[in-house]
């Protein structure tokens, strides 16, 4: 857009010839008239060579605009932790915080030459080192090349670097390789629980193999965890929801990139007082689960999941009337962390381990059972204490379509075609106005 913007002021951009091109990586491609390429060409490089860089001095300041990652530090909370995922710029200043010798000398292509000594040991006749410069201005540059200095600027996303010109080079060529195109994976997460007496009847063996009528066949290890087709999982769980005998919890669905983590967190807190002899504080103690996904391609392209799995519930028995008021609760958490590959199209099961369950159950009679008085003979309780499984299926798939454009944008675009749309007619402006906030009181 830049480099368009510039040729239409200067007069040279001619619209028969268009530059096609991806904008982000700055490259393009533009077909004509071999002088008119040639002029594009030499723009193009001219420009190159303004936007180089800012000299100053010996000093050269570079300016670096990052396309696919972020320049500064990502934090965010887990549970307790705070957690940083380190920016190009932090990566970067690690990079060189070890270097004990002047980066100057390690880009440099050719070491310092050696001083021209006289024959005869004349004296009185200074030494020059290479370019005539004298040893002082010689060491004067050498400790300039090690004050390189880089700075985050987030608003544009962008890398300050100040240095030598080798060294900006050096940063720019650095961060060319780190600035990459991540791809998207969408994370699907199912969170089921299971009877234990269902599951076994299912054919079930966490330690063998399950089998669901002739069709699904997994083959399970030690570690209870497999790989499974997860649309034929899901249709056997919901055939047991609907007798209730299955119980999906939850059921996530998470967007992310590839080496970017990715978290759900269903969590309840409860707080205490810690009093002592001369201050009282407030604790607090966090369960709940927790799913923790890094996700990455491997070279066969399955994805590989580093994972990690909390699950706590409260184990205080509802039924005790005898614990006293500032009795804690009994907190009890289940962890996972492995690490596991999906084939295409696969999902990963995880978990199998038992809990108990106690149920309470109030069924009636359609509309006998709200009668007031004679209600209560149409309506019936049961109670269930029960071995509940649970387990979690995680689905990973890498988004490779583009989104598919929203349905007004799809109108304007016939409408455009049919030649009906007029951008400037303030009656269709109101009315698109009205019709968006419609859709906003509706979600």
């Not at 978290?263 to 369960?287: C, M, P, Q, S």
């Amino acid at each position: 857009n830049e480099f368009n913007n510039f040729l239409k002021r200067s007069g040279l951009y001619n619209k028969n010839y268009p530059l096609r091109g991806d904008n982000r990586k700055g490259t393009f491609y533009v077909s004509g008239p071999p002088v008119y390429v040639d002029m594009v060409v030499n723009a193009a490089t001219m420009m190159d060579k303004q936007n180089d860089g800012i000299e100053l001095g010996r000093q050269k300041i570079g300016v670096m605009r990052l396309n696919n990652t972020f320049v500064g530090d990502r934090t965010y909370n887990l549970r307790d932790q705070k957690m940083v995922i380190p920016g190009i710029a932090t990566a970067i200043e690690r990079l060189l915080q070890g270097e004990e010798q002047p980066l100057g000398n390690i880009v440099s292509s050719e070491p310092p030459a050696m001083p021209a000594f006289s024959a005869n040991g004349e004296k009185g006749k200074a030494a020059n080192y290479a370019g005539g410069m004298s040893l002082q201005e010689a060491l004067k540059q050498n400790a300039a090349a090690g004050n390189i200095k880089i700075v985050a600027y987030p608003d544009t996303n962008s890398l300050l670097v100040k240095g030598t010109a080798e060294q900006v080079h050096f940063i720019e060529m650095l961060v060319k390789a780190l600035d990459v195109a991540k791809r998207h994976v969408e994370l699907s997460l199912w969170i089921v629980d299971l009877n234990k007496s269902d599951l076994e009847r299912l054919g079930t063996s966490w330690s063998g193999s399950i089998t669901i009528g002739d069709k699904l066949g997994v083959s399970l290890n030690q570690s209870s965890i497999s790989t499974l087709d997860g649309s034929r999982f899901i249709a056997a769980v919901n055939a047991l929801e609907e007798k209730k005998q299955a119980t999906v919890v939850s059921r996530p669905v998470l967007l992310t990139q590839e080496n970017v983590p990715a978290i759900f967190d269903n969590n309840r807190t409860f707080y205490t007082k810690l009093i002592g002899e001369r201050n009282v504080a407030l604790e607090h103690v966090t369960y709940g689960t927790m799913i923790r996904v890094l996700p990455r391609f491997s070279a066969d392209g399955q994805i590989e999941m580093s994972l990690d799995i909390e699950d706590g519930n409260d184990k205080t028995p509802q039924s005790d009337t005898t614990t006293s008021v500032d009795a804690l609760p009994e907190v009890g958490r289940t962890l996972i962390s492995t690490i596991a590959r999906v084939p295409h199209g696969k999902s990963l099961l995880v978990g199998g381990y038992t809990r108990d369950a106690n149920t309470d159950t109030v069924q009636s009679i359609p509309f006998l059972g709200k009668l007031p008085l004679i209600g209560s003979l149409f309506r019936y309780s049961s109670k269930n204490k029960s071995n509940v499984v649970r387990v979690f299926m995680i689905e990973p798939k890498e988004i490779v379509d583009p989104l598919t454009p929203d349905a007004s944008e799809s109108v304007n675009n016939i409408l455009k075609q049919s030649g009906a749309w007029s951008g400037d007619d303030k009656l269709q402006k109101w009315v698109r106005v009205y019709l968006d906030r419609g859709q906003e009181a509706i979600k």
